[in-house]
């Protein structure tokens, strides 16, 4: 009856909203005020604070139909770059490389290109998550009726020499340095 209880109690705060100061939310890094249970996570240690994890490193993910890799590496005046290419069979993949910034939880890519194809990405330390929608500007990335909508690359690395080691479909650098 007692761990229930505990479990109980633990659930009812989770949904509580939590009263924040500034100040917690200027420490963690964040816009978005971590809730008290998470808080509480990642002080005891159980979850690492997404915030201090760079996010430079090689997220890939193989399946069925291919592979799905995102690079992140260094680059100028403290910048980061990416590469990614998601595949979604034999003729259908969707491929880029520009900027990538960090914002919390979010990771802010800007492909290099004409259109101006911005995507807001989450990004929890272990994985980068694209959202289930994304700017009609970036169809231009993808071939016939791929898209990147909903992709998610889970990390396989943590270091820029992985990352600019990580190849294309065609053997070429994903991370073009």
Do not use: W
Not at 98 to 125: E, P
Not at 127 to 148: E, F, K, N, S
């Amino acid at each position: 009856m007692r761990r229930s209880g505990l479990a109980l109690c633990l659930m009812l705060a989770a949904c509580q909203p939590a009263a924040v100061s500034n100040d917690m939310a200027a420490e963690a890094g964040s816009d978005v005020p971590a809730s008290g249970l998470e808080r509480a996570a990642i002080e005891s240690g159980v979850i690492t604070d997404a915030a201090k994890i760079s996010p430079v490193g090689l997220f890939q993910r193989r399946h069925e139909a291919g592979r799905d890799a995102l690079c992140v590496v260094p680059g100028a005046k403290g910048a980061l770059r990416f590469g990614l290419e998601a595949n979604f069979g034999e003729q259908l993949a969707c491929r880029g490389q520009g900027t990538a910034r960090r914002a919390g939880d979010k990771l802010i890519l800007r492909f290099a290109g004409g259109d101006r194809c911005i995507i807001v990405a989450q990004y929890d330390g272990d994985q980068v998550a694209l959202p289930g929608v994304v700017d009609l500007a970036c169809a231009q990335l993808c071939d016939g009726r791929a898209t990147l909508e909903g992709v998610s690359f889970p990390r396989i690395a943590g270091d820029a020499g992985t990352a600019l080691r990580a190849q294309g479909t065609g053997g070429d650098p994903l991370c073009k340095s």
